[in-house]
């Protein structure tokens, strides 16, 4: 069973908007920071979005100033609000979970391999 849950994908039309949730246990929330990945057909999975417990950010150079990445600790869920969608952020949209540590790097917090928690994806699908 999953332990993170993703929802909120569907298709819209280039230019158009959406807003993913990812809800995580409570022994995930408090204890790791989180990030949203993506993959689309015949391409590696690609890091996305990655927010600290400090709530600093993240982002991938392809969705810097359209994509929004927050969380709602009442809730422990975490948001990637994508705006000016656009044909090429058509993929499976993952949420992720790392154990916190020291400090990451860009580099790091967009790469898979520090993330233990994966959600089973939500498509997304952006038509021109």
């Known amino acids: 069973q999953a332990q993170l849950v993703e929802s909120g994908g569907g298709s819209v039309q280039s230019g158009g908007s959406l807003r993913l949730s990812c809800a995580a246990p409570e022994f995930i929330y408090s204890s790791y920071c989180m990030a949203w990945f993506r993959q689309a057909p015949g391409k590696e999975r690609e890091g996305v979005a990655h927010i600290n417990s400090d709530g600093s950010t993240f982002y991938a150079d392809s969705v810097k100033g359209r994509f929004t990445i927050s969380q709602d600790n009442a809730k422990n869920t975490v948001y990637l609000q994508m705006n000016g969608l656009k044909p090429e952020d058509t993929a499976m949209y993952y949420c992720?979970?790392?154990?916190?540590?020291?400090?990451?790097?860009?580099?790091?917090?967009?790469?898979?391999?520090?993330?233990?928690?994966w959600g089973r994806g939500t498509q997304v699908t952006v038509s021109s």
């Open positions: 992720a979970a790392a154990p916190r540590g020291g400090p990451m790097t860009a580099i790091q917090a967009l790469s898979a391999r520090p993330y233990s928690y």
